[in-house]
């Protein structure tokens, strides 16, 4: 594990982000329940899926999104993009940037090469070096998404074996760089649960995507489903609404769903994944996407740290 003198990596990072959000405070007010009551409330942080401003393969990132008030942090992709997060000198690079625009990056998804999935012999290797380049990055979760024909049956131990077996050999090097690998996947909340415990290892936990839970067929378990799984085995929450503001109730009821967040003591991040074309895009989204920032302030209860 990284250490600056008896301090993880995961610790500076902690440091890092309570910083950013102080200095976010003035640009977006902070209602009442996210402030201070007694010791000190651990910040809301909130960011957006590189994949979804129109900006993969783009190492500009970070300044549009740092214009953005009170957006903190850009999910980067490892593939997908063109430099892709496989070539070093790029990850690097990444770093750089998102340092110089004051600027987290949270978390990593793409982990995927075309064509590869749990039960291909390259499996490993991509989440090996998925896990390495999180790890240069400073990320807290490596995102594993499996939809479709890629998810494992959980009513066959061939299907699901082989999952079972990558999870639990890559687990330990996620655990030793302080990362969290998240399954985001089709199946349903209960059947997340079912395959975290068969991994049985705490590096290993779900990247709970609401929507996602209610367009593959779980609406009636979407929202239930965030106490199902509880704190302990949510790692990190993507958050969109097809297209609306996240205040807007559709599929799922935003205001409730926070709230069933802030029951169990969630304190990771939330990402956004709303859609947007390109950059000027972005830009002319800008309203929007302060409008949505605003309503998860004005919804989310962080726990005391």
């Not at 102080?22 to 902070?30: D, N, T």
């Not at 049956?153 to 061939?158: G, I, Y």
């Not at 349903?188 to 705490?202: I, M, Q």
Request: one cysteine or more; glycine letters at 8%.
């Amino acid at each position: 594990m990284f250490r600056v003198g008896n301090t993880t990596r995961r610790e500076c990072l902690a440091g890092l982000v309570a910083s950013a959000a102080a200095s976010s405070l003035g640009e977006v007010e902070q209602p009442a329940s996210s402030e201070r009551v007694s010791g000190r409330r651990i910040p809301l942080k909130i960011g957006h899926r590189i994949a979804s401003v129109g900006m993969l393969g783009d190492i500009n990132v970070f300044r549009p999104a740092r214009q953005i008030p009170g957006l903190m942090g850009i999910e980067l992709q490892a593939t997908g993009g063109e430099p892709s997060l496989r070539d070093w000198d790029t990850v690097r690079r990444y770093k750089h940037e998102a340092d110089r625009w004051g600027m987290m990056i949270p978390s990593l998804a793409g982990v995927w090469d075309r064509g590869v999935n749990f039960s291909s012999p390259r499996a490993r290797d991509n989440l090996n070096q998925s896990i390495q380049a999180g790890e240069i990055l400073g990320v807290r979760t490596v995102l594993i998404a499996a939809y479709g024909e890629d998810v494992p049956d959980l009513s066959q131990e061939s299907s699901y074996g082989s999952a079972v077996e990558v999870l639990r050999e890559v687990a330990s090097r996620a655990a030793d760089a302080s990362i969290i690998l998240g399954l985001e996947t089709s199946l349903s909340p209960a059947d997340h649960l079912k395959l975290v415990n068969w991994v049985g290892h705490r590096s290993v936990q779900v990247y709970y995507d609401v929507l996602n839970m209610a367009e593959y067929g779980h609406t009636r378990e979407a929202v239930p489903g965030i106490s199902l799984l509880g704190k302990s085995h949510i790692c990190q929450v993507h958050v969109k609404n097809d297209g609306f503001l996240i205040e807007q109730p559709r599929e799922i009821n935003w205001s409730t769903a926070l709230e069933e967040f802030n029951k169990i003591g969630y304190e990771g991040w939330y990402v956004f994944e709303t859609h947007h074309r390109n950059p000027a895009d972005l830009r002319q989204s800008t309203k929007s996407t302060i409008i949505n920032i605003a309503f998860l302030r004005k919804h989310c209860r962080m726990p005391l740290g």
